[in-house]
Nanobody, 126 residues
């Protein structure tokens, strides 16, 4: 079992920044991918970014490349999503999720994740 708790959401003006955190309670995360998804009203949940718990591989959605950075703190079992140059279209509930896996295709497949956090709201005003 893995429990995930997100934090760091809020209201920010367009062009601003936010940092989200996802703390995971698990005996080990070796072999896991930790990811961020987002869900805006009347849209499907979409992949944002992912990071392998071992190694340096990261994956990003095209819409956030160059603006968002995913990172991890192994000692704290925490994954971060640093968001810069935020746009109104980034407004959504952001979810942290984990699954066992290694590839980008696996990371982006929303249907295959085993554990999800409760979500944190990010609102970007124009």
């Amino acid at each position: 079992q893995v429990q995930l708790v997100e934090s760091g959401g809020g209201l920010v003006q367009a062009g601003g920044s936010l940092r989200l955190a996802c703390a995971a309670s698990a005996r080990t995360l070796s072999g896991y991918i930790m990811s961020w998804f987002r869900h805006a009203p009347v849209q499907e949940r979409e992949f944002v970014a992912a990071i392998r718990w071992s190694g340096r591989s990261t994956y990003y959605a095209e819409s956030v490349k160059g603006r968002f950075t995913i990172s991890r703190d192994n000692a704290e079992n925490t994954v971060y999503l640093q968001m810069y140059s935020l746009k109104p279209e980034d407004t959504a509930v952001y979810y942290c999720a984990v699954r066992i896996g290694y590839t980008a295709a696996q990371a982006m497949d929303v249907a295959t994740y085993d554990y999800w956090g409760q979500g944190t709201q990010v609102t970007v005003s124009s």
